[in-house]
Structures are given as structure tokens and as C-alpha cells.
T-cell receptor
């Protein structure tokens, strides 16, 4: 158990809908990262937040957005869902990001999204 | 654009044998990670390598980093069935803290 929690574990929805995935980082971690894992694209970095502020963007679609709240939990919002958005979405957390030499990203259990 | 290539992508081996997984990356990076993923599960952090010549070992797994060659290796010694999993290397860099992952090496260790 990494200490990172994600809800829900599974989500089944229809095309065109909007969903919200939630992540709570490990106690003391300030950075939250979102990743998408699919068979065709592999593991892709989507976005990073650090202490409530967006820090880095990866391959995140405009239909997707995220935020990090004052209690440091984060939400990933996916809208106008398409079949190709079906994937495992992981949240990871770390103490501070690249500023700490021994920092490691710890991954949550993931949310499996199925778009029908 | 930072690219990470792993090989082999699939490896079937017998218990007791040794083998090495290779990870090449395309640009200078601050850190290299190795993760393990079991089917349907999350990613478990194995190693973080920070500097040229870094070597870390945990049980039957040993990881090394050559930043000049932009190459990391994950060596498996006397493999056991419990090590069957998919192993990913990932690199941090390119101006962001997000990780760029290789495609993963699907490792099957047969008794």
C-alpha cells in the first residue's frame, strides 16, 4: 500500500458524459501527478500540481482538467468522453518534485474508466 | 521530446537464470526510475537512480545507470517465479517533473 488513495476504483459511463476522479496523496506529499495507462498509448503523464498550483502539463487533452485543493487532494475531470478515453487513470504523489533529490513518485491503485 | 525505449518488451525465462532489461533514453535527465506492475495492479517503486554510475540492489534485482550512454539496466539474478511482472523504466526531465515511461518489459518466469 503506497498511501495514495483513489476513488472510485471502477467507473462505467457513456460517451459524451463527464466524470470526476479523486485522489488523496500520501501524508506530507505536496505534489500530485495524473497518468493515463492504455493498451495503445502506454503510460502517459497528464498533469502535475504542486501545493495547489499547476506545475507541469503533459499530454492532457483540452477536454480534461484537474485541480488540487487546499487539503492537497486532487480531482481529474474528464468531459465529453469518447470511447478512446477508456483507460486506467493513476494518481501519484511525491514530497516536492524534482527539488528533492531522493524524491520518488508513489502511485495510487488507479481508477479504471470504461466508456461505452 | 524525451523518448524512453525498453528492450526486450517480452521475456520468458526459467527460474534460476540471470537476465538483463535495458532502458535507453533520448535526452539528459535528472532521474531514472524503475517500477514493477502486476496485472491489474498499480505501479510499485523499485529504484530511483540519480547519478552516473549509480547502482542499487534489492534482493535479486540490481539497477544501474550510465548517464553518458543514457542507459539503465535492470539485472535479475537467479530468477524466481514471484518476479513475474511488467517492469517499467521512467525518466524525469524535459522541463517537467512528470515521468516519461518506456513501454514496459513483460517478464514471465517459469518454474
Amino acid at each position: 500500500d503506497s498511501g495514495v488513495t483513489q476513488t472510485p476504483k471502477h467507473l462505467i459511463t457513456a460517451t459524451g458524459q463527464r466524470v470526476t476522479l479523486r485522489c488523496s496523496p500520501r501524508s506530507g506529499d505536496l505534489s500530485v501527478y495524473w497518468y493515463q495507462q492504455s493498451l495503445d498509448q502506454g503510460l502517459q503523464f497528464l498533469i502535475q500540481y504542486y501545493n495547489g498550483e499547476e506545475r507541469a502539463k503533459g499530454n492532457i487533452l483540452e477536454r480534461f482538467s484537474a485541480q488540487q485543493f487546499p487539503d492537497l487532494h486532487s480531482e481529474l475531470n474528464l468531459s465529453s468522453l469518447e470511447l478512446g478515453d477508456s483507460a486506467l487513470y493513476f494518481c501519484a504523489s511525491s514530497v516536492a518534485g524534482s527539488g528533492v533529490s531522493t524524491d520518488t513518485q508513489y502511485f495510487g491503485p488507479g481508477t479504471r474508466l470504461t466508456v461505452l | 521530446e524525451l523518448k524512453v525505449e525498453q528492450n526486450p518488451l517480452f521475456l520468458s525465462m526459467q527460474e534460476g537464470k540471470n537476465y538483463t532489461i535495458y532502458c535507453n533514453y533520448s535526452t539528459t535527465s535528472d532521474r531514472l526510475y524503475w517500477y514493477r506492475q502486476d496485472p491489474g495492479k498499480s505501479l510499485e517503486s523499485l529504484f530511483v537512480l540519480l547519478s552516473n554510475g549509480a547502482v542499487k540492489q534489492e534482493g535479486r534485482l540490481m539497477a544501474s545507470l550510465d548517464t553518458k550512454a543514457r542507459l539503465s539496466t535492470l539485472h535479475i539474478t537467479a530468477a524466481v517465479h514471484d518476479l513475474s511482472a511488467t517492469y517499467f523504466c521512467a525518466v524525469e526531465g524535459g522541463g517537467a517533473d512528470g515521468l516519461t515511461f518506456g513501454k514496459g518489459t513483460h517478464l514471465i518466469i517459469q518454474p
